[in-house]
Nanobody, 125 residues
């Protein structure tokens, strides 16, 4: 059974930083894709950053501020978020796709199979 658990959220002021962690276990896919998504109140869930087969992809809104990485030994995905803005406020989700992502699906939530419960990130002005 695949389990996905996020941690590291919280509240910061504009310009601050947070690092989210995602512990994913129970899958044995050698080919897989891991991603971060977020959902703000009243908005659809959107892709933020993902990593697949060694390449990374970011939403335009977070390029240059967020960094996604994976620690293979611990099977943990990270999202380092710097220069946070109030518009980054959302519930952040980690997701696993049991196959590689393509450049057109890597930030598309419809192609991910397993999801964490989400964690709140709040950025105040």
């Amino acid at each position: 059974q695949v389990q996905v658990v996020e941690s590291g959220g919280g509240a910061v002021q504009t310009g601050g930083s947070l690092r989210l962690s995602c512990a994913a276990s129970g899958y044995t896919y050698s080919r897989h894709c891991l991603g971060w998504f977020r959902q703000a109140p009243g908005k659809e869930r959107e892709g933020v950053a993902a990593i697949s087969n060694g390449y990374t992809r970011y939403a335009d809104s977070v390029k240059g501020r967020f960094t996604v990485s994976k620690e293979y030994a611990k099977n943990t995905l990270y999202l380092q978020m710097n220069s946070l803005k109030p518009e980054d406020t959302a519930v952040y989700y980690c997701a696993v796709r049991g196959n590689l992502c393509t450049t057109t699906t890597v930030l598309d939530r419809r192609f991910f199979d397993y999801w964490g419960q989400g964690i709140q990130v709040t950025v105040s002005s």
